[in-house]
């Protein structure tokens, strides 16, 4: 699973837009797991 690793790549390249998108991912994707 190569989920941090793309985490890593993109916040060198955008790190407040990805940082934004990637919290509101991981919010949505917790939800959907419980």
Same mark, same amino acid.
């Given at each position: ?8 790549? &993109?916040? %060198?390249? @955008?790190?407040? &837009?990805? $940082?934004? $998108? ?6 949505? @994707? %917790?939800? &959907?797991?419980?």
């Amino acid at each position: 699973m190569r989920y941090g690793d793309d985490i890593q790549s &993109a916040n %060198r390249e @955008l790190p407040t &837009a990805f $940082a934004e $998108a990637c919290s509101d991912c991981v919010t949505f @994707l %917790r939800g &959907a797991d419980e």
